[in-house]
């Protein structure tokens, strides 16, 4: 396997809020950090819902992975952070809009205390390229 690593930094997803790039694409796989809800144009989080939280997530992740070549119809597995467990039927139903019912990518949701800016959600993913 080579050890060949490019750094990816969309120009159509918010900044990196720390340092860290986008993605990393190694071996034929996007490797995306988790997007939280930054509009890209002014850097301020965007929605008062996590499921509004959550579909702007997966737009700066689909940007992300425009950038790389790819799209999330490739992706492998998302994890979903978010600090409202309870409203997880929410982000579901964010979810279900980007990847539908058939074969959607695997995933785990893991509840936190807290997330950068105050954030209700953060999604990361690996994509195929």
């Given at each position: 396997m080579s050890t060949e690593r490019t750094a990816i930094n969309a120009r159509g997803a918010p900044e990196a809020v720390g340092p860290y790039s986008h993605a990393v694409l190694a071996g034929g796989l996007l490797f995306?950090?988790?997007q939280i809800p930054l509009d890209p144009a002014t850097g301020e989080l965007s929605g008062d819902s996590p499921g509004e939280q959550a579909s702007?997530?997966?737009?700066?992740?689909?940007?992300?992975?425009?950038?790389?070549?790819?799209?999330?119809?490739?992706?492998?597995?998302?994890?979903?952070?978010?600090?409202?467990?309870?409203?997880?039927?929410?982000?579901?139903?964010?979810y279900a809009e980007f990847f539908g019912d058939e074969a959607p990518p695997a995933r785990a949701a893991v509840g936190v205390a807290e997330l950068p800016k105050g954030a209700l959600v953060e999604i990361d993913a690996i994509v195929a390229v």
């Amino acid at each position: 396997m080579s050890t060949e690593r490019t750094a990816i930094n969309a120009r159509g997803a918010p900044e990196a809020v720390g340092p860290y790039s986008h993605a990393v694409l190694a071996g034929g796989l996007l490797f995306c950090s988790g997007q939280i809800p930054l509009d890209p144009a002014t850097g301020e989080l965007s929605g008062d819902s996590p499921g509004e939280q959550a579909s702007r997530c997966l737009r700066n992740l689909s940007a992300v992975c425009g950038e790389a070549g790819t799209s999330l119809a490739h992706a492998l597995r998302l994890t979903i952070y978010t600090t409202e467990l309870g409203e997880f039927a929410a982000i579901n139903e964010a979810y279900a809009e980007f990847f539908g019912d058939e074969a959607p990518p695997a995933r785990a949701a893991v509840g936190v205390a807290e997330l950068p800016k105050g954030a209700l959600v953060e999604i990361d993913a690996i994509v195929a390229v």
